[in-house]
C-alpha cells in the first residue's frame, strides 16, 4: 500500500472511532480505546469469530444506513 493510500486508510478508521462516539465516551483516553480495541481482537481469536463479525457487520450497516450525516 502506498504511503497516501494508507494514511488515507488510517483516517477513515479514526473517523470510524470518533463517528462511534468512543472519543467522547472515553474522553479522549487513548489507553481505555487501546485496551477495548485489544479485548475486541482477543474475541475475534474466539471460536465464534463469524459469528461475531456476523453480529458487528449486521449493526453496522444498519448504523450507516439510519445515519443521515456526512461520511
Known sequence: MQR???T???IELGGLV???GLVEL?????????????????MLQ???REHTL???RRGGKRAF????TPS
Open 4 to 6: 497516501r493510500e494508507r
Open 8 to 10: 488515507h486508510h488510517l
Open 18 to 20: 470518533q463517528k462511534a
Open 26 to 42: 472515553t474522553g479522549d483516553d487513548r489507553a481505555a480505546l487501546y485496551g477495548a480495541f485489544l479485548t475486541l481482537a482477543m
Open 46 to 48: 474466539g471460536e465464534d
Open 54 to 56: 456476523a453480529l458487528w
Open 65 to 68: 444506513e439510519n445515519d443521515n
